[in-house]
């Protein structure tokens, strides 16, 4: 089993693909892409916080 702070095998592939995929952006495309990105990494820390919280309030 992995680390927290380590990528599984999965992980790398997917990683590997994605830069694959994003060499050959624009600049612009590439800006459009991180902030997407940055985005969906901020609802996901909401929903987890959120998740965090109902379970807290449960106990």
């Not at 693909?17 to 990105?37: F, G, H, K, M, S």
């Not at 996901?44 to 379970?55: A, G, L, P, S, V």
Request: aromatic share 8%; charged share 25%; hydrophobic share 40%.
């Amino acid at each position: 089993m992995s680390t927290p702070g380590t990528l599984s095998l999965e992980q790398e592939f997917q990683l590997k693909v994605l830069r694959e995929q994003v060499e050959n952006l624009a600049p612009d495309q590439a800006q459009e892409y991180l902030l997407e990105a940055m985005r969906q990494l901020m609802l996901k820390d909401n929903w987890i916080r959120h998740t965090f919280k109902e379970c807290y309030l449960k106990l």
